[in-house]
């Protein structure tokens, strides 16, 4: 799987957008980006993925440059419970060893 | 419907012993995941499932740790002879398949804390 960068940590405002940036520079034709999330003391939870085009769920939004190297996932309205970490991870899906590999991850904190 | 489970939520043994950590997935999942997590530390991927089978297991730690899964359901990691530095969380997670166009999510459970003292 490509490997992601992204910042060790980020804070945001209680209500403003959480924007949530990831590089991927070496990312193949075929490799989805998927973001997951994991708040303290729980298993990681799933939050979009997309491949090409911009994807928007009921959770957040995700944006993926033209060039496929980089994205941001987007959170609209930031609560404190959104605080948690979150993992940029491309994976590929068609593969024989098909499982997702997580790097360090961004922790949000959400502050009122 | 339910998500994945996992039991128990907490062990505690004693260096040395075996233990048996349990996942039921969600339901219809083919695919299965083993995963651990030390304190303060990011994912550790062990193995995977594809229905009962297990085309790769060059993540387990060592020849102590083996895990099986039975009925396309439920799956069981043991770890035999536990030590120290086994203590950590272990995760599972489920999808709809290993490989697949459909680009299916992973769902996780919430772990097992063992700590081995």
């Known amino acids: 799987d490509a490997k992601t960068t992204q910042p060790t940590s980020m804070d945001c405002a209680e209500g403003r957008a959480a924007n949530l940036p990831c590089n991927h520079s070496?990312?193949?034709?075929?490799?989805?980006v998927y973001w997951y999330r994991q708040i303290h003391s729980q298993g990681p939870q799933y939050i979009i993925h997309?491949?090409?085009n911009n994807e928007t769920n009921e959770m957040a939004s995700l944006i993926i440059t033209e060039d496929r190297k980089s994205s941001t996932l987007i959170l609209p309205h930031a609560t404190l419970r959104d605080t948690a970490v979150y993992y940029c991870?491309?994976?590929?899906?068609?593969?024989?060893?098909?499982?997702?590999?997580f790097g360090g991850g961004t922790r949000l904190m959400v502050k009122p | 419907g339910a998500g994945v489970s996992q039991s128990p939520s907490n062990k505690v043994t004693e260096k040395g012993k075996d233990v048996e950590l349990r996942c039921d997935p969600i339901?219809?999942?083919?695919?299965l995941y083993w995963y651990r997590q030390r304190l303060g530390q990011g994912l550790e991927f062990l193995i995977y499932?594809?229905?009962?089978?297990?085309?790769?297991k060059s993540g387990l730690p060592s020849d102590r740790f083996s895990a099986e899964r039975t009925g396309e359901s439920v799956s069981t990691l043991t770890i035999q002879r536990t030590q120290q530095e086994d203590s950590a969380v272990y995760l599972c997670?489920?999808?709809?398949?290993?490989?697949?166009?459909?680009?299916?999510?992973?769902?996780f459970g919430n772990g097992t804390r063992l700590t081995v003292t």
């Open positions: 997670a489920s999808s709809l398949a290993a490989f697949t166009g459909l680009n299916s999510p992973l769902h």
């Open positions: 070496t990312i193949s034709g075929n490799e989805y």
């Open positions: 997309g491949l090409k």
């Open positions: 991870i491309v994976r590929v899906v068609q593969n024989a060893g098909n499982m997702l590999t």
């Open positions: 339901s219809g999942h083919t695919a």
């Open positions: 499932f594809q229905g009962n089978s297990a085309p790769d």
